[in-house]
Nanobody, 120 residues
Framework: QVQLVESGGGLVQAGGSLRVSCEVS????????MAWHRQATGKERELVAA???????NYVDSVKGRFTISWGNAKHTVYLQMNSLKPEDTAVYYC??????????????WGQGTLVSVSP
């Protein structure tokens, strides 16, 4: 079983910074990629940032230059550093991982979500 545990959400004023973390645990053979999605109230979920095992990253246009996705030391943790936050960044942020389990099953796993609220 593979689990994702997110942490670091909270309330911040516009222009501030916040870092959210996501740790992968369980019977993992390899992690191919991880990503952060977000869903604001009344809006569709969107992919915000992604990173692969080769450290390539990609971002949605609205966060380029403000958000940075990165691996932790053991590459079982991924961070999303969010700077210059705007009220429109307010959403529940979900971590996802594309992994290969020790039983060689490809799995796409979602975390439970962490709320990021940005006040004007």
């Amino acid at each position: 079983q593979v689990q994702l545990v997110e942490s670091g959400g909270g309330l911040v004023q516009a222009g501030g910074s916040l870092r959210v973390s996501c740790e992968v645990s369980g019977s993992i053979w390899s992690i191919n990629a991880m990503a952060w999605h977000r869903q604001a109230t009344g809006k569709e979920r969107e992919l915000v940032a992604a990173i692969d095992s080769g450290d390539s990253t990609n971002y949605v246009d609205s966060v380029k230059g403000r958000f940075t996705i990165s691996w932790g030391n053991a590459k079982h943790t991924v961070y999303l550093q969010m700077n210059s936050l705007k009220p429109e960044d307010t959403a529940v942020y979900y971590c996802t991982a594309s992994v290969l389990s020790v039983s060689l099953k490809k799995l796409d796993v979602w975390g439970q979500g962490t709320l990021v609220s940005v006040s004007p």
